[in-house]
Nanobody
């Protein structure tokens, strides 16, 4: 089982940027790595994912419509996945989770078997 540890969350003002990192250890680096988020009182939702080979990236519709505010990337040599978040808005406030899937191109929570503990991102207005 892959262990995933997120870092990089924090408090930022609206319009600011954060870069989330996810370190994977203890197993084979997953074919898909994804970021999900859960805002207070809401269900956890997909943000973005990236395949091991290619890589190919997938974004939630609300991200694709945001003109590249978020960018997912991975470093297979370091077993790291990143989420660069720019032009942050208060509605981006959530706990962000890193997850790993054994299938390529995974975008559904049910496809992900490994999860990190999450990192809090708070965007103040």
């Amino acid at each position: 089982q892959v262990q995933l540890v997120e870092s990089g969350g924090g408090l930022v003002q609206a319009g600011g940027s954060l870069r989330l990192s996810c370190a994977a250890s203890g197993g084979t680096f997953s074919r898909s790595m994804g970021w999900f988020r859960q805002a207070p009182g809401k269900e956890r939702e997909f943000v973005a994912s990236i395949t091991q080979i290619g890589p190919n990236t997938y974004y939630a519709d609300y991200i694709k419509s945001a003109r590249g505010r978020f960018t997912i990337s991975r470093d297979n040599a370091k077993n790291m996945v990143y989420l660069q978040m720019n032009s942050l808005k208060p509605e981006d406030t959530a706990v962000y989770y890193c997850a790993g899937a054994t299938t390529s191109g995974a975008t559904q929570q049910s496809e992900y078997g490994s999860w990190g503990q999450g990192t809090q991102v708070t965007v103040s207005s």
